[in-house]
């Protein structure tokens, strides 16, 4: 049976289809990251390529009527000037060679012409331009030499039998120096009317892009100004309808959220105070436990909604080390030793109500799993960065993000008897979320987690 054709491919097109790919993303590493840049650079290019080839076709268009030019007129000019020597007395000739001579000939008494026959075909068409204008005169030699180039040496006998031999030269005609500043100017006039251009178009993206990033968890970021071109005022139109849409759902989940928590209070007090009736210690106590638990559950939850406007919080200078010294002190203060490394060693600008409740969840779930936990602050470019470390059992590597996740529980370490409604954590991290820090959670080589919660200590970007 033959092999399939497709066996039979060439596989030397694979590394040729990698290396061409790889090329292109190299190509593409070379251009700016900025949409704004890429497309002004790309407009910029265009233009000056443009405008190198418009320049281009103009210098040659050019040359080509300055060489007509010459072959109209240059011919007859050398033929009248030969006419004129051979009429002249030999004594008189060498005294007007001056002021028969131009910028592309000039005329040498005596001597013998130079070069090679002409071979460029404009070269024989300008040699047998002058040739036919000089009869009747006769044409001894006529040769091109290497400098100038195309030039010509046509040695003329005259009716006395001396020679006169004519130096002819293609003359270009140079560019004045004002043609190239005018294109410069010209190029950078069209430059920043093309940067004006693409700032104008790509401005709303990023006004849209920094009120995407503004709104964050707490759902109150600025609306955008409804004005300019129908599709940019369209856009946003539309972000701030989807905006308010958002603000309302999530509104409206603290309000059912608080109300169920409300409306649970009166039968979990019913059922408190029927349980404190019953007889039995065991049982009772069972209860009492339940009960607490349930309330616990409600209150959390209440908690973790309302963090979602933990924004609204105004950011204040605060001095994180005197804050992390008194959270240390009041742990102390209560039996739980917590150990402190570090300094921020200056002040910060954060929302301190929601820091202190950040690291207050991350110390108590500390202090369930590990009986070591420790405070470590380390403060680097602008960024201030607490950790929280235990000696505890740590998380399975897949479950690291689950458990910022609301009411999720790890099962081999968390359970009833460690307490814990699996908010503890997803309240940190939306609190972190909302005053834009960063928490992460890694487990620690030498057994433990740690919990890093990074934030900025500059203030935060005005709206």
Request: with cysteine; glycine share 8%.
């Given at each position: 049976?033959?092999?399939?054709?497709?066996?039979?491919?060439?596989?030397?097109?694979?590394?040729?289809?990698?290396s061409?790919?790889?090329?292109?993303?190299?190509?593409?590493?070379?251009?700016?990251?900025?949409?704004?840049?890429?497309?002004?650079?790309?407009?910029v290019?265009?233009?000056a390529?443009?405008?190198?080839?418009t320049?281009?076709?103009?210098?040659?268009?050019?040359?080509?009527?300055?060489?007509?030019?010459?072959?109209?007129?240059?011919e007859?000019?050398i033929a009248?000037?030969?006419?004129?020597?051979?009429?002249?007395?030999?004594?008189?000739?060498?005294g007007?060679?001056?002021?028969?001579?131009r910028?592309?000939?000039?005329f040498?008494?005596?001597?013998?012409?130079?070069?090679?026959?002409?071979?460029s075909?404009?070269?024989?068409?300008?040699a047998?331009?002058?040739?036919?204008?000089?009869?009747?005169?006769e044409?001894?030699?006529?040769?091109?030499?290497?400098?100038?180039?195309e030039?010509?040496?046509?040695?003329?006998r005259?009716?006395?039998?001396?020679?006169?031999v004519?130096h002819?030269?293609?003359?270009?005609?140079?560019?004045?120096?004002?043609?190239?500043?005018?294109?410069?100017?010209?190029?950078?006039v069209l430059?920043?009317?093309?940067?004006?251009?693409?700032?104008?178009?790509?401005?709303?993206?990023?006004?849209?892009?920094?009120?995407?990033?503004?709104?964050?968890p707490d759902?109150?970021g600025?609306?955008?100004?409804?004005?300019?071109?129908?599709?940019?005022a369209?856009?946003?139109?539309?972000?701030?309808?989807?905006?308010q849409?958002?603000?309302?759902?999530?509104?409206e989940?603290?309000?059912?959220?608080?109300?169920?928590?409300?409306?649970?209070?009166?039968?979990i007090?019913?059922?408190r105070?029927?349980t404190?009736?019953?007889?039995?210690?065991?049982?009772r106590?069972?209860?009492r436990?339940?009960?607490?638990?349930?309330?616990?559950?409600?209150?959390?939850?209440?908690?973790?909604a309302?963090?979602?406007?933990?924004?609204?919080?105004?950011?204040?200078?605060?001095?994180?080390?005197?804050?992390?010294?008194?959270?240390?002190?009041?742990?102390?203060?209560?039996?739980q030793?917590?150990?402190l490394?570090?300094?921020?060693?200056?002040?910060?600008?954060?929302?301190?109500?929601?820091?202190?409740?950040?690291?207050m969840?991350?110390?108590d779930n500390a202090?369930?799993?590990?009986?070591?936990?420790?405070?470590?602050?380390?403060?680097e470019?602008?960024?201030?960065?607490?950790?929280?470390?235990d000696?505890?059992?740590?998380?399975?590597?897949?479950?690291?993000?689950?458990v910022?996740?609301?009411?999720?529980?790890?099962?081999?370490?968390?359970?009833r008897?460690?307490?814990?409604t699996?908010l503890g954590?997803?309240?940190a991290?939306?609190?972190?979320?909302?005053?834009?820090?960063?928490?992460?959670?890694?487990?620690?080589?030498?057994?433990?987690l740690?919990?890093?919660?990074?934030?900025?200590?500059a203030?935060?970007?005005?709206?």
């Amino acid at each position: 049976m033959p092999p399939p054709a497709n066996l039979s491919a060439n596989p030397a097109g694979a590394p040729n289809a990698a290396s061409a790919a790889s090329g292109a993303r190299g190509w593409r590493r070379l251009l700016p990251g900025s949409l704004f840049y890429r497309v002004t650079l790309i407009i910029v290019v265009g233009l000056a390529v443009a405008q190198l080839l418009t320049f281009a076709a103009i210098r040659y268009e050019r040359n080509m009527a300055l060489r007509e030019l010459m072959m109209i007129g240059i011919e007859r000019d050398i033929a009248s000037s030969v006419a004129i020597l051979d009429r002249l007395p030999a004594a008189e000739r060498a005294g007007w060679l001056d002021r028969l001579a131009r910028r592309n000939y000039r005329f040498v008494l005596g001597g013998r012409a130079e070069g090679t026959d002409p071979g460029s075909p404009a070269s024989r068409q300008f040699a047998a331009a002058i040739v036919d204008a000089m009869r009747p005169f006769e044409i001894v030699k006529v040769g091109e030499v290497a400098w100038p180039p195309e030039g010509l040496q046509i040695q003329v006998r005259l009716g006395d039998g001396s020679s006169v031999v004519v130096h002819a030269m293609r003359v270009g005609m140079p560019v004045s120096g004002w043609v190239m500043w005018l294109l410069a100017v010209q190029l950078l006039v069209l430059a920043v009317c093309a940067w004006y251009a693409v700032r104008l178009v790509t401005r709303p993206l990023a006004q849209l892009s920094d009120a995407a990033d503004h709104l964050g968890p707490d759902l109150k970021g600025q609306a955008l100004a409804e004005e300019g071109p129908t599709e940019v005022a369209h856009a946003a139109r539309a972000f701030n309808a989807m905006q308010q849409r958002i603000a309302g759902y999530m509104a409206e989940r603290v309000e059912i959220l608080a109300a169920i928590s409300h409306d649970l209070q009166t039968p979990i007090t019913r059922m408190r105070l029927r349980t404190d009736l019953m007889d039995n210690e065991h049982d009772r106590e069972k209860f009492r436990q339940d009960l607490d638990a349930m309330h616990s559950l409600v209150r959390e939850g209440v908690t973790y909604a309302r963090t979602l406007h933990g924004a609204a919080e105004p950011p204040l200078r605060i001095d994180a080390d005197a804050l992390l010294e008194s959270m240390v002190a009041d742990y102390e203060d209560v039996g739980q030793q917590v150990r402190l490394a570090g300094k921020a060693g200056a002040p910060i600008v954060s929302r301190p109500n929601a820091l202190r409740r950040i690291l207050m969840n991350l110390i108590d779930n500390a202090l369930k799993f590990g009986s070591d936990v420790r405070l470590h602050v380390h403060a680097e470019d602008g960024r201030l960065v607490v950790s929280v470390l235990d000696n505890g059992p740590g998380i399975p590597p897949g479950e690291l993000e689950a458990v910022l996740k609301p009411f999720y529980r790890v099962e081999s370490s968390r359970n009833r008897g460690t307490g814990g409604t699996g908010l503890g954590l997803a309240i940190a991290h939306q609190l972190a979320m909302a005053m834009g820090a960063e928490l992460q959670l890694h487990n620690r080589a030498e057994g433990g987690l740690e919990a890093r919660l990074t934030m900025t200590t500059a203030p935060p970007p005005q709206n």
